[in-house]
């Protein structure tokens, strides 16, 4: 079956130091990946979108790859700040609906 | 605009008492999605509808819960009987022409989702 998998639960790291959270994928091909963060007590909000035909997206300290080879995406904050701890959430699956439990990153002062 | 409304914001009931969880979608948006969020399983899609129409509800859990969208701008999930095991964090997303088609980016808009503890 169609399956996306992010490759840990939880992710710390010290403040100013680059954070590099992913996604695999497995028994299908996306045309495009997306990203989402979400904060205790909100629901999940859209960040970037990256096509199959794109290698890399930006914005702001945000990167996003997208490796069809490897079949992953991976999502990179650079000089990471404490703001930036939340849940990262990549959907996958038929229409990119299905979210799983993501990725909780913490940055450490 | 507004964003997606959901409410109630919080519910506690007991269990055998019916819920109902009520969504306004953001205007325009032809897609309403219902989902559920526990810490054990994550965000799991419950049900979608385009254009009022049920699309796919393999997700909902059982005969208990159902979901209805009467009109563009309202939609409803209810839980009859509500148990201890349907505690969770119920969020509504909304979305305008899924897929690629264009420079649109497929993004769900969700509302800021309604807790429900059963009792």
């Known amino acids: 079956s169609q399956k996306i998998e992010q490759n840990s639960e939880a992710l710390n790291i010290q403040e100013g130091k680059t954070a590099t959270l992913t996604c695999n994928y497995t028994?299908?091909?996306?045309?495009?990946l997306q990203w989402y963060r979400q904060d205790p007590g909100r629901g999940p909000v859209f960040l970037l979108l990256?096509?199959?035909?794109?290698k890399e997206k930006r914005k702001e300290r945000l990167k996003v790859t997208f490796d069809t080879t490897l079949k992953q995406s991976l999502f990179h904050i650079t000089a990471s700040q404490p703001a930036d701890s939340a849940t990262y959430l990549c959907?996958?699956?038929?229409?990119?609906?299905?979210f799983g439990t993501g990725t909780r990153l913490t940055v450490i002062p | 605009d507004a964003g997606v409304i959901q409410s109630p914001r919080h519910e506690v009931t007991e269990m055998g008492q019916e819920v109902t969880l009520r969504c306004k979608p953001i205007?325009?948006?032809?897609?309403l999605f219902w989902y559920r969020q526990t810490m054990m399983r994550g965000l799991e899609l419950l049900i979608y509808?385009?254009?009022?129409?049920?699309?796919?509800d393999s997700g909902m859990p059982e005969d208990r819960f159902s979901a209805k969208m009467p009109n563009a701008s309202f939609s409803t999930l209810k839980i009859q009987p509500s148990e201890p095991r349907d505690s969770a964090v119920y969020f509504c997303?909304?979305?305008?022409?899924?897929?690629?088609?264009?420079?649109?980016?497929?993004?769900?808009?969700f509302g800021e989702g309604s807790r429900l503890t059963v009792l």
């Open positions: 959907p996958g699956g038929a229409n990119n609906l299905f």
């Open positions: 990256i096509r199959e035909n794109e």
């Open positions: 509808f385009n254009n009022n129409v049920p699309i796919d």
């Open positions: 205007s325009g948006h032809d897609y």
């Open positions: 028994n299908y091909s996306p045309a495009y």
């Open positions: 997303a909304s979305s305008s022409i899924r897929g690629l088609a264009g420079t649109t980016t497929g993004e769900l808009f």
